[in-house]
């Protein structure tokens, strides 16, 4: 059965860094995609970032590019998130996704939350001000 379990959230102060990590089971994880979202009290969900299966494209939200950074360690099972520059406006429950398998292409690379079909339970991330 398909599981993600996130890690890494902690409170930190504006211009400090955290990295997230999304560990995977029950599925082929090189033949997923796997998404970052965040979600804040009063405010949408919202997409950050995705990495491909086979790892051939990365995508960004445009409010954290040049911050963020996402990899994937295949022999963990496991996708990072590392997050440079935090700042208030990035205090949110992470969540991060999966879709697959190989039918989705190694491009596949989407940041809206309805594309994926696994989700772990979040991990809180807070910075102040």
């Known amino acids: 059965q398909v599981q993600l379990v996130e890690s890494g959230g902690a409170l930190v102060q504006a211009g400090g860094s955290l990295r997230l990590s999304c560990a995977a089971s029950?599925?082929?994880?090189?033949?997923?995609?796997i998404g970052w979202f965040r979600q804040a009290p009063g405010k949408e969900r919202e997409g950050v970032s995705c990495?491909?299966?086979?790892?051939?494209?990365?995508d960004y939200a445009n409010s954290v590019k040049g911050r963020f950074t996402i990899s994937r360690d295949k022999a963990k099972n496991t996708v990072y998130l590392q997050m440079n520059n935090l700042k208030p406006d990035d205090t949110a429950v992470y969540y991060c996704?999966?879709?697959?398998?190989?039918?989705?292409?190694?491009?596949?690379?989407?940041?809206?939350?309805?594309?994926?079909?696994?989700w772990g339970q979040g991990t809180q991330v807070t910075v102040s001000t």
């Open positions: 996704a999966a879709q697959g398998g190989i039918s989705i292409g190694t491009m596949w690379c989407p940041l809206a939350g309805h594309n994926y079909d696994y």
């Open positions: 029950g599925f082929t994880f090189d033949d997923y995609a």
């Open positions: 990495i491909s299966a086979s790892d051939g494209a990365v």
